[in-house]
């Protein structure tokens, strides 16, 4: 059970699936602040015993754009932030998997690659592993991280807002969304947010609560699309009722669904469950938001 939760909590996926070249943009010009010292470089392993490929040492911070055809687009955006305890990046079932998604509705998706803690090896996983034992320690190392993370969330949301008409997206269509560690992403860039780069709609997904940055709900509307299954073994589920509450509370448009068996990290991954189709619910909330309707933007 131990070995299972561990492996979900870093948003592992069985498999590994081929990253079609894309156009990735830095969101830094020269070293970002805050890690000016770092000299590591960005990684990519499947050296791990569950040879699964995951990113990680991210020392310049990226989007990955996944973009519809112009005819096909509806004017909408998402980043996508995957999991990873801010160790690692699942990269494929919480990042280039969901943008290709979200590609075949029209959506332009764009995947965040963030700041992450130093990994020592070229096996961050196994690294990762015995430092699940004690999330308090685990937090206390991550601390000076998460901000620089945020940091990068932030400049992301700004970033395609600042460049939405050359990508052909509506600057009133950005949604931010992250699993697990990328879901205390979110919901800190959202808390954390000026009008210049606050996302216009969010979805934490199994998002870890305690690291979260902030805790100010926008006045301006925001809608929050929450979800998260009752058997989560790292305990998210209270975590997501929580955020949904305060957003209800605050009146904000909240929606919850919570997904009686399915555990944590499940992705895009098939486990012939009901919560294997829960991104099916995200594009009928999407809809019905109006974020996927009508096309803003016609070149």
């Not at 894309?22 to 050296?47: C, D, I, M, R």
């Not at 605050?250 to 829960?278: C, S």
């Amino acid at each position: 059970m131990i070995r299972y939760a561990v492996l979900a909590c870093i948003c592992l996926v069985v498999g590994i699936g081929s990253i079609k070249a894309q156009q990735v943009f830095k969101l830094y010009e020269g070293k970002p602040k805050g890690s000016e010292s770092w000299t590591w470089h960005e990684q990519t392993s499947t050296n791990n015993q569950f040879r699964t490929e995951v990113v990680y040492n991210v020392s310049e911070p990226t989007l990955t754009a996944y973009l519809p055809p112009k005819e096909a687009a509806n004017g909408t955006a998402i980043i996508v932030a995957p999991g990873g305890a801010f160790h690692t990046l699942s990269i494929n079932s919480e990042g280039v998997d969901v943008a290709k998604w979200l590609n075949s509705k029209g959506i332009a998706a764009f995947v965040l690659k963030y700041r992450v803690v130093h990994s020592l090896t070229d096996d961050p996983v196994r690294e990762l592993m015995p430092k699940m034992q004690d999330f308090k320690k685990l937090d206390e190392e991550n601390a000076p991280v998460v901000p620089l993370a945020m940091a990068d969330g932030l400049t992301a949301v700004q970033y395609v807002r600042e460049h939405a008409k050359s990508l052909n997206i509506d600057p009133q269509k950005i949604g931010f969304m992250g699993f697990s560690a990328g879901g205390t992403l979110t919901m800190s860039v959202v808390y954390s947010a000026t009008d210049q780069n606050r996302p216009n709609f969010v979805a934490p997904i199994y998002a870890y609560e305690p690291a979260v940055i902030g805790s100010t709900i926008p006045t301006a509307k925001t809608p929050i699309f929450i979800v998260v299954a009752g058997d989560d073994q790292l305990k998210m589920m209270p975590m997501s009722l929580s955020i949904y509450k305060k957003w209800v509370e605050a009146g904000q448009p909240a929606e919850l669904h919570i997904y009686e068996k399915g555990g944590h990290g499940f992705g895009m991954r098939k486990q012939n469950l009901p919560v294997d189709t829960w991104y099916e619910r995200f594009g009928d909330w999407l809809n019905f938001q109006g974020f996927m309707k009508t096309p803003a933007i016609r070149h």
